[in-house]
């Protein structure tokens, strides 16, 4: 499945620093999607309901974010993670 841009730009606001502003997954979650447009939203929506749909290994989740350019890893709860974003896209 390919990676739609906004889906790659989103990863990059999901930078070292977000641990400054934001407390917690949900915080980062809407701290990232800030000044993301609703087309846009839509969009990063519609592949991580997709993606998620196809009931991917956490291993194949773990690989698609960390080929994304995102600054932080996640270690643990990738499928949480994807979901908290496809939720508050």
């Given amino acids: 499945m390919e990676i739609p841009p ?25 701290y990232a ?8 939203r839509q969009i990063v929506k519609r592949y991580l309901t997709d993606l ?7 291993e194949t989740l773990t690989s698609t974010w960390d080929g994304l350019d995102s600054d932080i890893f996640i270690t643990r709860g990738i499928r949480h993670f994807f979901t908290l974003i ?4």
């Fill in 52 to 58: 998620l749909a196809q009931n991917p290994s956490d």
């Fill in 6 to 30: 906004q889906f790659r730009a989103l990863s990059r606001h999901f930078d070292q620093d977000i641990v400054l502003v934001a407390k917690n997954d949900d915080e980062m979650v809407a």
């Fill in 33 to 40: 999607l800030r000044n993301f447009q609703p087309d846009d």
């Fill in 86 to 89: 496809r939720d508050a896209a």
